[in-house]
C-alpha cells in the first residue's frame, strides 16, 4: 500500500505543487515526482530572483491558445486575488510594478517555501530526485515505472511544462505521454522569447545595442493582429525586451512587425511644421524625443546626416525619416529559441480536456495542467496564474 496513491502528481513546479496541495488538502493520497534534485527552478529564476508570480488583470484575454475560451472556467474559479490571499496568509511582502505585475519584495524562494508548506498540509508524499521510466495501466489504476520503484496511482496529473530553459530540466515529457495515450497536440513553439534578424540587414543596427525605449508593435492583421506598448531593447543580435517578447508568441515566421519608437509623436508632421521655427540639427532634434544615441544612430542608418540643419531639408526627406520612425517594419529571420524563451506556445490540444477538470476526455483520469496546455499567457505573470489555475481546477476535481 505504501506505494499506491489516489494522485500522483508528475512535475514540482508552479502547476504541479498548486495541484498536489489541493487534492491532499482534500484528503487525498498524493505523490508528487520530479527528475529534478532542486525544487521549481523555473519559479526560482523567475522575475529575476523575485517572482512575478501573478498579474492583478489576469484575464482569459491575455492568454492565447487554438481554443480561446478553454481557460476561462479555471481562471474564473482561482483568481489573482485569491492567490493573493494565500500570499498574505504567508506574509510575504509583495509590490505591484507596471499594468499590474505583482513580485515578491525579497524572493522566489518564499513563493516556493509557501508552496511547498501547502504541499505539507496535504500530507503530500514526495519522489525527488525521481525518473520515470514508463506509463502504464495495471488494471483501473495507472502504473509508473519509476528508477525508485513502481507505484500505482487511480489518477495521473501531468505538470511537467514545455521545452522553455532546457538548462534547468525541461523536456518533452508531456507531450509524450499526450502522444502514447492518443491526444493531439497544438505545434509547440518558443514564446516570450526574443526575435533575431539576417545578419547584413541588422548591421546598420548593431551600434544601438543597449539602448531601450517604450514603443508599439504589432504584427500580423485583422483578427490575428497583435499590438502592444512596451519598452524595446536593441541587442547586437535583434530585438529584446518587453515588447519583442509580448509579440513573439503571436509572430509567424516570415510576417513583418511594424514598429513606432516614437507613438507619441507625428515625426513627419512636426518637423516639416516646425522648418521655421526649429534652429536645431536633425540630430539635436530627435535627441529631445529619444535617446541621443538612438537618436545619431537611426539618422546615420537611415542615410541622414546627424548635423543636418532641419530648416535645410525637403519635405520629402522628412517624410521617409518620419516614416522610418513611425512606421519601421522589419521581418525577423527567428527567434534565440527554447534556450532563451520564457514559455512553450501550443502543447496538449484543449480540445482533448475538459475545463472543468483538466481531464483527458477519453483518458479517465488523465490530467494535464499548466505550461504542457495549450495556454500561453502573456508577459507579466500571467503564465504563473494559469499555473495555479488549471493546478486548483484539477486537484479539486479528483
Known amino acids: 500500500m505504501a506505494n499506491q496513491f489516489d494522485v500522483a502528481v508528475i512535475g514540482a513546479g ?25 525544487l521549481a527552478e523555473k519559479i526560482r529564476i523567475s522575475g529575476g530572483g523575485r517572482c512575478n508570480f501573478t498579474n492583478l488583470h489576469a484575464g482569459p484575454q491575455n492568454f492565447i491558445s487554438n481554443n480561446p475560451h478553454f481557460c476561462r472556467s479555471a481562471l474564473a474559479r482561482y483568481t489573482p486575488q485569491d492567490f493573493l490571499a494565500l500570499v498574505k496568509r504567508y506574509r510575504i511582502a509583495y509590490h505591484e510594478k507596471h499594468k499590474g505585475q505583482l513580485f515578491c519584495d525579497h524572493s522566489s524562494e518564499q513563493i516556493i517555501d ?5 504541499c505539507d498540509l496535504g500530507h503530500v508524499a514526495w519522489r525527488m530526485p ?29 505538470a511537467t ?9 525541461a523536456t518533452d515529457f508531456a507531450f509524450r505521454i499526450a502522444k502514447q495515450f492518443g491526444l493531439k497536440l497544438i505545434e509547440p513553439r518558443p514564446a516570450l522569447v526574443p526575435l533575431t534578424f539576417d545578419h547584413a540587414a541588422w548591421e546598420p543596427f548593431v551600434p544601438l545595442a543597449g539602448i531601450a525605449l517604450e514603443v508599439d508593435i ?31 508568441s503571436f509572430w509567424e515566421p516570415g510576417a513583418p512587425l511594424m514598429l513606432n519608437l516614437l507613438p507619441e509623436t507625428d515625426v513627419a508632421h512636426t518637423l516639416i511644421e516646425g522648418k521655421g ?10 535627441a529631445q524625443w529619444m535617446p541621443a544615441r538612438l537618436a545619431e544612430g537611426w539618422l546615420l542608418a537611415n542615410g541622414f546626416k546627424p548635423d543636418a540643419r532641419l530648416a535645410d531639408m525637403q519635405d520629402k526627406a522628412l517624410r521617409k525619416l518620419g516614416e522610418s520612425l513611425n512606421r519601421w517594419v522589419i521581418i525577423p529571420n527567428g527567434s534565440e529559441g527554447y534556450k532563451k524563451a520564457e514559455v512553450t506556445r501550443g502543447g496538449v490540444d484543449t480540445r482533448e480536456l475538459s475545463q472543468q477538470s483538466m481531464m483527458a476526455n477519453k483518458v479517465p483520469g488523465l490530467h ?15 503564465n504563473f496564474q494559469w499555473a495555479w489555475a488549471s493546478g486548483t481546477a484539477a486537484g479539486l476535481s479528483i
Open 14 to 38: 508552479a502547476a504541479g505543487m498548486m495541484c498536489a496541495a489541493v487534492a491532499g488538502q482534500r484528503g487525498k493520497k498524493v505523490v508528487l515526482i520530479d527528475h529534478a534534485s532542486r
Open 114 to 118: 509557501m508552496l511547498k508548506a501547502e
Open 130 to 158: 525521481c525518473r520515470i521510466e514508463a506509463i502504464g495501466r495495471q488494471g483501473e489504476a495507472f502504473r509508473l515505472d519509476t528508477d525508485a520503484g513502481v507505484l500505482l496511482a487511480d489518477n495521473v496529473v501531468i
Open 161 to 169: 511544462g514545455g521545452l522553455s530553459i532546457p538548462k534547468i530540466g
Open 218 to 248: 504589432e504584427t500580423g492583421e485583422k483578427k490575428s493582429r497583435a499590438h502592444f506598448r512596451e519598452d524595446l531593447l536593441f541587442t547586437h543580435r535583434g530585438l529584446s525586451g518587453p515588447a519583442v517578447l509580448q509579440i513573439s
Open 277 to 286: 521655427t526649429f534652429k536645431k540639427n536633425l540630430g539635436n532634434l530627435l
Open 368 to 382: 494535464f495542467i499548466g505550461e504542457a496546455v495549450d495556454v500561453t499567457g502573456w508577459l507579466g505573470g500571467y
